[in-house]
């Protein structure tokens, strides 16, 4: 395999094509978890964690379902099925083992369900390593890889805002951007900053 293609796959999940900060998908928890550094550690190792499982459970199903029995049409609505099934059973899992990482994730885990950066990295590695209905060499492992490293884009946006957001717990933000407000522009300002990543060439 092309070193190239990984290193290309690796740059743009993680800085160019942010998941976050350069498509905009997966908001919600990105501006709920990131108020504290451990709550995001833990949200984005979940993520990661669902997102490389999730983008090998839909390729499986996309390349021995869907396409042998002409159901490709229905890829949306099956995978949304696929990740929130395996969403529920990674959250009985970690009820049972971890029930203190289970109640530092909260309301977050069952979250990441609807996360549309997860459907998103699903979808786009179908559109990516199939052509004509036929998997590319190296198809799966490259999906693997994709998946990972856009659970490592989306766990690396979340620690830098949690980062800034802790520091500006202790600064004099005037009242009225307090919370919310003051998320959403650091949020623009960290998407700005990454757009800059949007002149590399490979």
């Known amino acids: 395999m092309d070193v190239g293609i990984i290193l290309s796959i ?3 999940m993680v800085f160019v094509n942010n998941f976050v900060l350069s498509k905009f998908l997966g908001l919600c928890p990105f501006l709920g978890v990131s108020r504290n550094i451990k709550p995001a550690i833990s949200m984005g190792m979940a993520v990661i964690f669902v997102m490389t499982l999730s983008g090998l459970l839909t390729w499986l199903v996309y390349r021995f379902v869907l396409l042998p029995l002409g159901l490709v049409y229905l890829r949306t609505i099956v995978f949304i099925l696929v990740i929130a099934s395996f969403v529920q059973f990674a959250e009985m899992v970690i009820l ?3 029930p203190a990482l289970y109640r530092a994730l909260g309301i977050y885990l069952p979250l990441i369900t609807t996360n549309c950066a997860v459907l998103g990295v699903t979808v786009l590695n179908i559109d990516t390593f199939f052509v004509n209905g036929k998997s590319l ?3 799966l492992v490259l999906t693997l890889l994709q ?3 856009a659970g490592i884009g989306f ?3 979340l620690l830098l805002m949690a980062g800034i957001r802790e520091r500006l717990d202790l600064a004099d933000v005037p009242k009225s951007l307090r919370g919310v407000p003051i998320a959403f522009i650091v949020a623009s300002l960290m ?4 757009m800059g990543f ?3 060439r490979f």
């Open 147 to 149: 998946s990972f490293f």
């Open 191 to 194: 998407s700005l900053a990454f």
């Open 198 to 200: 949007n002149g590399f």
């Open 96 to 98: 049972k083992k971890s």
């Open 155 to 157: 766990t690396l946006a």
């Open 137 to 139: 060499p190296g198809g």
């Open 10 to 12: 690796i740059i743009s």
